[in-house]
Structure formats: C-alpha cells, structure tokens
C-alpha cells in the first residue's frame, strides 16, 4: 500500500523508452514499489494458524493454507493490478487519488474551489479519452446531479487516504518485529523486554533518518530486496526438496474446498492472515508515477511473483512435517549455516518496506493537502532533480510516536497482523469501487461491464474483509481508531476551509464600486507592486477594500494573486501562470492565477517576483497586439485570461532582463561607535564578511530598443511597471479569524470555534506555507463569520 517516491522523474511516456531503459526501472522498482509485499513471508503462516485454526495443526489445513495464498497472489497483484489497474493511470500517475482525478475531470464531481474554465485547456487535464460524445450517459449525469453523492465521493477517498496513513503506522511495526523475531530461534534466546528496546531502537532511528530523503539509498534498496527475493527463493526450493515434494499438487484449487471442508467457519476467519500475503499490493499501482507499467509488470512477474510462490510453497513443505514450528515458520525453515546472513538481510528488507510505506504517508498527506483537506504543513522536498521526494516533518514524529506505542502496546505480531489485514483489505475495497466508475466515466464502457467487474471482485474481497473484521477484538480496531482521528481532523478543515472560501465569494468587492472610486483609488498611489493574496479566481477579495478604506495610500500597481490546487498531477511551468486585467488600464491592477498540480512541490526558487513581472509584461504586449474594439475591451475586465511563460516570453519579450551585483560597505557609523553592542555586532559582522562588504545579486528589467515603435499608452505602463518593480514588492494577505454565528448549531460552534480554530492556530501560516519573505509581509485582519 505504498505510494513512495523512487529516484527517477515521474510523466514518462512507455513508449518512448527502450527496453534497456525499463530494465533500469524495474531494478529501481524493487526497493520501492515490493518491499513491503516482499517481506510478508515473514508473519503470514504465524497469523494464520494462531488462533482459530490452532485445532487444525495437520498436514491437510497447511496444504489449503498455501492454496488460499497462491490464488490469492495470482487474483490480486497478478492479474487485478497488473493486468486491470496499471492500465487506468492518471498521466503516468497511479493509486485512489489519480483515479478520483481522473473521474473529476471526466465528469464535474469535483468539490475544489475556484474552479476556471481556463483549467480544462491544460494539456494534463486532457489526458484520456475524450468526454467531448455530445451526450453524457445517465449514470454520469446522476454522479453529477446530486451534491451528496460527489460528497459522499470525496469523503470515501479521504477514507481510503485515512487507512494508508494508518498503514504508515502498522507496516514499520510488524515489519520490524517480525523481522528481528528471528533472535528468539536462536541458542541464546533474547527475553520479550530485551526483543521489544531492540525493535524501538531501530524504529527510532528508521524515522530519525527520514529527512535525508530516499533519493541517497535508492540504488541501495533495490539490491537489499533483490538479494532478499533470491535468497528466500532458494530456501524456499530447498525446503520443498528437503521436506515434501508432494506440495506442488496444493497448486490446485480443490485444496481450497478440501480446507474449509474440514476446518469450516474457523477456516474462514484464518483469511484474515492469508490475506497478509498482499499487503503492499497496492504499491504496485500508487508507484506507477514514478515508473512505467512496462517496468512494474516486468519486476513483478519475471522476478517477484515466482520467488514468493516457491517461498510459501517451501515454508508450507517444511511445515507439513514441523507443525510444532508454525509460530516461527520462517526461520525455522531456514538452514542453520545461512541463518545469520538472512537474518541479516530479512532486516534490513524489513527497513526497505517500512520506509516505503512511510514515504507513501508523506505522499497522501500532501495529495489531501492539495484537496484542501489537510492543514498546512511543511514539506520538505529533498531533491531538487525530481519531483515527489518529499519530507514532512510533522507527520514523520507523528508516525513514529504512534509506531512505538503500537509496538509497545501489543508486542505481538499477530495482533499487530489483524489490524493490518483490516487496513490493506479496506484500501482494495475502495480500489476496486472507483476503478468501476473509471470503467463507466472514463472508458465509456457499458455499466454492465462496471458492475460484472465490481460485483466479482466485491465478492471475493469481501469474503476477505468479512474475516478480517471477525478480528476486530484482537487488535483490528487500531485501522478504525486512527483512521477517525485523521478522518475528523481533514473533515473539520475541509468544511472550515469550504466556510471560509464561501464567505469570500459572498462578500467579494463590486467592480462598479472599484470603478466609482477612479485610477486613484480615492488614495495616494506610492511607487511599488502590492501582491493581494486571495483564495478567489474572481472579483476583488473583502481585504483589499477593508485595507484603502483604513489606509490613505496604495502601492501604484496591484496584483491580486490567488495560489490554487487543479485536478491534475502536475502543471508544467509553461502552463502555470494565468495572467488578466481587473480594470481599465490607467488603474494598474491585474490578476495572476497560478496553479499547481495535485503532487507538485512549491519550491522556494525566490524567483517567483520575477516571474510575475515577465509574464504582466507579456500580457500587456499581447493585449496591445490584440485586434479587438475599445468597446469591446472595456467589457472583458476581470474576465479575460491569458496562459503565459516566463520562460517562453525570454525569447521575444520587450523586456530585457539583466543581474547586477550590488556590493553595501560596512556602516562607518558602527566602526567609530564606542558602545560595546555595536562592537560585538561588528566583530560577528567582519567574521562573516571579512572585506566588510555584502554582496547582493539584483535583478533590473529594461525596455528592448525594438519598444521605441510601440504605441505611448503601452509604453508608458510598461515603464510604469518596471519602475513599480524597482522600488519593491509587498504582499497583502488577510489574517483572518474564523467564528460561527451565534445562530449556528452547536454542533458547527464546536466544528468551527473549537476544531478549526485549534487546527488553524497549530498549522503553518498562509505566509509560511506560501513562502512569502517575512519582512515583505503586511497583514490584514479579517473576522469571518460563517
């Protein structure tokens, strides 16, 4: 169930690379797409024949335990996802979140707000068969004609989200203690206590190196789990050889009917440890962003299926004839002379998993961030050469703490076990449901073909999920637990930031009244760029009149920003900026909208001023150029849009961009001051600058001489603009204070005053999360009401 980040860059078109290539991606997929499904052999046949089926110890109910596993591999990974699954991607990109987009771009189910027009030209947003049939199916114009049902969507893949993020807690957790159980078959035995500080130990230090960022041991994990698959595959081949022959036959459904035959209702409570063997099943469509489905299908057929196959069929064989070892099965069944090196190696795979998984929460959490249901949090990105290598601090101590009271608190990997299968077999539900809605929505395939494939898989991963929800008792209600924890705290900001959001539509600023008050303003405009920040794609936000109605100045120019989310994966740089005007031209005020792709990384470039006035300046170039009647124009303000590139207007842009380097000398004022202050200023000061000088990189923007022909209106606010750039830039954002009416329910007084407010004073600032400089920053204060 991971979604980690892997050292390659995602968007690859398959058919573009060679075979070689996609070698080179497979091997890279081993150590972040199977780590987690490759080191289930360690605890599946433990958690199975724990419990219920401790009355079945013979050689029959082995037999049916190893068929249940091998069909149980081959319907889900093998032909589920790899042969279904793989094929529904988002742009390259996979898991629960790439097919909710997919479907909110196909069919208007999307709950964000300050949705454009502008956002379906995109050419992400054009990915995929054309919705453009004239006519839409009726099952699509239900989806989209009740607000409750795109909710109730919205809500079902929060869910999901909610379960990986507690499988972030449980897979270090059991991946771990069952990894180092191996001690305990030893001669010298560790006790419980001693097995439970060692566990602690390296969790601790697991979660402690998780801001170097997986890029630095990528090329190390995909050996660790490759040598991980060999060697279990040898041991696997040799117990079989070894112990029982005889279990090959058990490849044969009848074992199935012949073990519940004999061991009936507890046989199918002992699903619950069966379906153990794919956990991690579902990295193998989440991580398909960051590979290609050629690569992924190859790693795991060619290499990962059959090596767990013979492993399970060689630990069924030796426990065939050692029923006495089931609560140990694995490194019972590993030789004495090698058992050190795979204990070894069973370790560090066992690291390789949890990590992946970890990293998979970081993933999700920005996804639900994107959606405008995760407060703000910091994320780190931890390499500057690819996209979705993030950090977030918060949530790693989070999981940790978590990790280690739910290693304390049960101790047991079969408790542990029963929670985990709980969440797994949750998240392939969920899975299964909106690839059925792609299969209608987006295939444009009849519903009968949906329904053929839901009902069938709905069938069998029920039988699944029926028996692990029996364990509920036993450990399964942590998934439930944690998952409403996380599932209150992104509904209460979802609904808070929904409130919010409304308030501002409502009480937007009116054009007429903007207009009424002239170029001016009613206030002196001072040589600048005000950058307004607001949550609305239109109109002027309630904070922009709240601060000219207080104020008696403005700065001359005025951009009204508004940083948004699209249902996309990614947005290319080239595509990223939106750029219009608010009024007539002699008031200088225009909008950028710039849009981010639901995994791309706001990075801290410093460059983003720059941008923005290449991009105006484009704009008002191409509005010059643009035939079109005064008439006309006067009645497209705030409404007409314009896609521009920094990048791209470098080429032929009236402006000419130049970097000059200004040197400051150190103040004459402070090497003659006597006070003992100043002097200990000094001494740091020439410490860090020992020629007594501050460099500093200044960016001047100039009119080309090809500008001297255009007409003087354009020429003027071009001038008026690199001036405006020139003497600084600051950023207006509300600092707002959300409250309900005192007509509200008390149910929305505690949602609103209690829950969002907590969430809001314990989150990151707008400023901070938008990286906005601090001394640049001027800040409106704003009581929402909603």
Not at 11 to 19: D, I, K, T
Request: net charge positive; aromatic share 12%; with cysteine.
């Amino acid at each position: 169930m991971a979604v980690a980040e892997s050292g390659v860059s995602p968007r690859r078109n398959p058919s573009q690379l060679s075979w070689m290539s996609n070698l080179i991606l497979a091997y890279q997929s081993f150590g972040v797409v199977y780590g987690d499904l490759s080191t289930s052999p360690l605890y599946v046949f433990p958690c199975t024949f724990i419990g219920k089926l401790h009355k079945h110890h013979n050689e029959e109910a082995v037999f049916g335990a190893f068929s249940l596993i091998f069909w149980t591999l081959t319907l889900f990974p093998l032909l589920k996802y790899l042969l279904v699954l793989l094929s529904a991607d988002d742009n390259g990109e996979g898991g629960t979140f790439a097919l909710y987009s997919l479907l909110c771009r196909h069919a208007k189910l999307s709950l964000l707000p300050n949705q454009q027009a502008a956002d379906e030209e995109l050419s992400a947003y054009k990915f995929g068969p054309s919705t453009d049939t004239g006519t839409s199916s009726p099952f699509r114009r239900f989806l989209e004609k009740h607000k409750r049902l795109r909710t109730a969507l919205l809500l079902l893949v929060l869910f999901g989200a909610a379960m990986v993020i507690g499988d972030g807690v449980l897979t270090p957790a059991i991946s771990v203690l069952s990894s180092i159980s191996g001690l305990q078959a030893t001669d010298k035995k560790l006790t419980d206590g001693e097995l439970l500080v060692l566990a602690c130990v390296i969790l601790v230090g697991l979660f402690a190196l998780q801001h170097c960022g997986t890029h630095r041991v990528a090329f190390m994990f995909a050996p660790i789990v490759i040598i991980w698959l060999i060697s279990i595959l040898f041991i696997g081949l040799y117990n079989i050889l070894h112990w029982n022959p005889k279990i090959i036959r058990a490849i044969s459904p009848l074992y199935i009917i012949k073990f519940f035959r004999v061991t009936g209702q507890d046989g199918w409570i002992s699903l619950g440890g069966i379906l153990l063997s794919v956990t991690g099943t579902e990295a193998i469509f989440a991580n398909l962003g960051h590979f290609t489905s050629v690569s992924i299908r190859l790693a795991f057929a060619v290499v990962v299926y059959p090596c767990l196959v013979v492993q399970y069929m060689g630990q069924a064989a030796f426990l065939s004839k050692n029923l006495g070892s089931i609560p140990n099965s694995f490194y019972d069944s590993v030789p004495d002379p090698v058992f050190w090196p795979v204990f070894v190696i069973a370790t560090l795979a066992a690291i390789v998993g949890s990590q992946a998984v970890i990293t998979a929460t970081f993933s999700i959490v920005k996804q639900c961030h994107a959606l405008g249901c995760f407060p703000r949090i910091k994320v780190v990105h931890t390499w500057k050469h690819t996209y979705g290598q993030i950090y977030i601090p918060e949530i790693n101590w989070i999981l940790m703490i978590l990790t280690l009271a739910i290693t304390i608190g049960f101790r047991d990997t079969t408790l542990i076990g029963n929670a985990y299968g709980i969440a797994c077999m949750m998240v392939m539900f969920i899975t299964t449901f909106f690839m059925a809605l792609v299969i209608v929505v987006v295939w444009q395939k009849s519903c009968v073909l949906a329904a053929l494939f839901l009902g069938t898989l709905w069938i069998i991963e029920g039988v699944y999920l029926s028996a692990a929800l029996m364990k509920v008792p036993q450990g399964g209600w942590v998934p439930f637990v944690l998952t409403f924890i996380f599932m209150i705290a992104m509904y209460v900001w979802h609904y808070g930031t929904r409130r919010k959001y409304s308030f501002d539509l409502h009480n937007k600023v009116s054009l007429k009244w903007l207009l009424g008050l002239g170029p001016s303003l009613g206030i002196v405009r001072v040589p600048g760029i005000g950058l307004v920040y607001s949550e609305l794609a239109t109109g002027v936000p309630a904070i922009f009149s709240h601060f000219v109605t207080n104020l008696p100045a403005f700065h001359k120019v005025v951009v009204f920003v508004c940083v948004k989310s699209v249902p996309v994966p990614h947005v290319s740089p080239e595509e990223r900026f939106l750029i219009g005007r608010v009024c007539p031209k002699p008031y200088r005020m225009y909008r950028c909208i710039v849009r981010y792709g639901y995994k791309d990384i706001q990075r801290e470039d410093g460059d983003f001023e720059n941008q923005l006035v290449q991009s105006i300046a484009e704009f008002i170039q191409m509005e010059a150029s643009d035939l079109q009647s005064s008439a006309s124009e006067s009645q497209s303000y705030d409404g007409r849009m314009a896609v521009l590139s920094s990048q791209k207007s470098l080429s032929n842009s009236i402006l000419t961009v130049s970097e000059v380097e200004e040197i400051d000398f150190a103040d004459p004022t402070i090497q003659s001051s006597k006070s003992m202050t100043l002097q200990s200023l000094r001494s740091v000061y020439e410490d860090e600058y020992p020629q007594g000088q501050v460099r500093r990189r200044h960016v001047r923007f100039q009119l080309t001489p090809s500008s001297a022909g255009m007409e003087s209106s354009v020429r003027e606010e071009l001038m008026d603009l690199i001036r405006a750039k020139e003497a600084g830039v600051a950023y207006i954002m509300g600092h707002s204070y959300v409250k309900s009416r005192k007509s509200s329910s008390w149910l929305k007084k505690m949602t609103i005053d209690i829950g969002y407010s907590f969430l809001r004073k314990n989150c990151r600032g707008p400023a901070v999360a938008l990286n906005i400089p601090h001394i640049s920053l001027i800040e409106v204060g704003m009581i929402y009401y909603v």
